[in-house]
């Protein structure tokens, strides 16, 4: 149960910092 939360975690993590990048990109 902890791996497929973690990996969960994970990916959501990157599609945060890649949307907030794009953003920070974006607003620059």
Do not use: C, D, K, W
Request: charged fraction near 5%; charge should be negative.
């Amino acid at each position: 149960m902890e791996i497929p939360f973690l990996t969960g975690m994970a990916t959501g993590a990157s599609l945060i910092i890649a949307i907030g990048a794009q953003n920070a990109f974006v607003l620059t």
